[in-house]
């Protein structure tokens, strides 16, 4: 048998091997922080070590354990009262006492986060944030559920076999400092699953507010048990890597961008969970040589009214029509810009620099980014391979401009080089529309503006994330991620008992 022991102390330069023939070397800093009962984990797809503190792993492992005995508890629920519990939260959501609460911690959060130039966009608990997730806690009332629900009946000679929906486990989330994603991630209880959460350290409070002053007193005037929604209440990241890297989690969802939720998913990945999460966001859109300037305009200027994950974020232009589509491009950029108050930033590949005038590159602007105002040149010139980067502004628009021959290579440098999320191709021309479906590579795509990608807006169900397929699509459902798709399916036998 091999020789195992707990490690109490760590050497710098100590070697793991890891992916069967690959080898890392433990970093100074994380061998002098390491403590008797820490945890030392390889990120084999991103190649990074991450020291995990016991206390954050700890913290972690008790929330999956609470979800976990709740999830027992709550297959005896009724439907009746889950549809309560989010009529309940949703009643103390609108009580003005209660998010007067809510409001005070959060502007605690806001200015510690302005403090620490961070971005504030999403975190502000303002009245449409309030708006938000009461429509969405009320669109989940009446929401069906495949819990119990016969999906498919075989008949056989004197049997039959039922194929059953039932609930599929405690389902983990991680977000950033947005606070409406807490009344989101309570979807998952329709179907009789529970969920366990991480929030960033920018609204943690505000979620501990919400989850004193309204979601606890509803679970509990509803009847469920008060783990069915857990809290790892912890600001380190760390805390977050121990919660998806834990087995017993039936579904983790990372709700973001960045290396921060591709971290995440490969630690679920590597612990056999299912993951659903979009590492990059950012929408594409392509002109074509068929393309209205009208149509062009107003899709460029309802894809840029905030940013979020499907916000536009790369442009293909025909260069048979640069000309043209150009100036209606920066026209629209301006227009956006405007509506925040604002200008607007843009950053085109290298070899077509001379498409934009030259006045753009010299003029200094202010951009708003979450640590303040900038002066910035208005446009800058990117690699082709950039061409994926996600623009994350604050305020000031800002996406990335490529000229192409024609559709096939817009469609190609966006298969290459996007995230493989969203792609739209401004065009009322059908062939060139069931071309571009055919060979673009993407969950979500459409012919007009990209905001559309939401669940709400496109399914009129509430959304619990988005998936895009920049790790491989998706096995059996949709890259939208629903408390109807969060379920799995049991097989029952009827009448083969022995009869008399």
Avoid at 152 to 176: D, P
Avoid at 211 to 240: F, I, Q, R, Y
Avoid at 271 to 278: C, K, P, Q, T, Y
């Amino acid at each position: 048998m091999p020789d195992s022991h707990e490690l109490t102390q760590l050497e710098p330069g100590t070697p793991i091997l890891f992916g069967g023939n690959r080898l890392l070397r433990v970093p100074e800093a994380i061998a002098q922080s390491f403590q008797p009962g820490d945890s030392v984990v390889v990120v084999e797809s991103t190649e990074e070590i991450l020291l995990i503190p016991a206390r954050e792993r700890q913290i972690a492992e008790a929330a999956v354990q609470t979800a976990q005995s709740a999830f027992g508890t709550l297959a005896a629920a009724s439907d009746e009262a889950i549809s309560n519990f989010y009529l309940a939260f949703a009643e103390r959501l609108a009580d003005d006492a209660v998010w007067s609460r809510i409001q005070r911690v959060n502007a605690e959060d806001v200015a510690a986060a302005k403090a620490r130039g961070r971005s504030t966009t999403r975190l502000v608990a303002n009245e449409k944030l309030r708006e938000d997730m009461i429509e969405g806690l009320r669109g989940w009332i009446g929401a069906k559920s495949r819990r119990g629900q016969v999906l498919e009946t075989v008949e056989r000679e004197g049997w039959r076999t039922e194929l059953v929906g039932a609930a599929l486990g405690v389902v983990a989330f991680v977000f950033e400092g947005r606070p409406n994603v807490l009344a989101d991630a309570t979807g998952v209880l329709r179907g009789g699953n529970t969920v366990v959460f991480r929030i960033g350290s920018d609204a943690l409070a505000t979620a501990r507010a919400i989850m004193k002053d309204a979601l606890a007193p509803a679970l509990a005037e509803a009847g469920l048990p008060e783990g069915c929604v857990a809290l790892v209440d912890s600001s380190t990241h760390a805390a977050g890597w121990a919660l998806f890297g834990d087995r017993r989690l039936a579904l983790a969802v990372a709700r973001g961008s960045g290396q921060a939720v591709a971290t995440l998913g490969a630690l679920a990945q590597q612990a056999g969970v299912a993951v659903s999460l979009h590492g990059t966001g950012g929408a594409w859109m392509m002109a074509s040589a068929s393309t209205r300037a009208e149509p062009f305009a107003e899709a460029v200027v309802r894809s840029l009214d905030r940013k979020v994950c499907n916000t536009l974020n790369t442009c293909c232009i025909p260069r048979a029509r640069a000309e043209e589509l150009v100036p209606v491009l920066l026209n629209s950029l301006e227009r956006a810009g405007k509506a925040l108050n604002q200008t607007y930033k843009l950053h085109v590949v290298e070899r077509d620099r001379e498409a934009l005038p030259g006045e753009l590159f010299e003029r200094e602007v202010s951009v708003r980014r979450a640590q303040g105002d900038v002066r910035e040149p208005q446009a800058e010139t990117l690699a082709e391979e950039k061409l994926g980067h996600e623009w994350e502004w604050e305020q000031t628009p800002e996406i990335s401009l490529a000229l192409v021959d024609d559709l096939d290579e817009a469609v190609a440098l966006c298969n290459r080089y996007s995230p493989h999320f969203v792609a739209c191709l401004i065009s009322e021309n059908a062939d060139e529309q069931k071309h571009f479906y055919e060979t673009i590579d993407a969950p979500f795509v459409g012919d007009g503006h990209t905001r559309w990608v939401d669940g709400q807006v496109a399914l009129d169900r509430p959304e619990l994330g988005l998936s895009n397929w920049q790790s491989g699509r998706l096995f059996g459902r949709g890259g939208i991620l629903s408390g109807d798709t969060v379920y799995t399916v049991r097989t029952r036998a009827v009448g083969t008992h022995t009869k008399a």
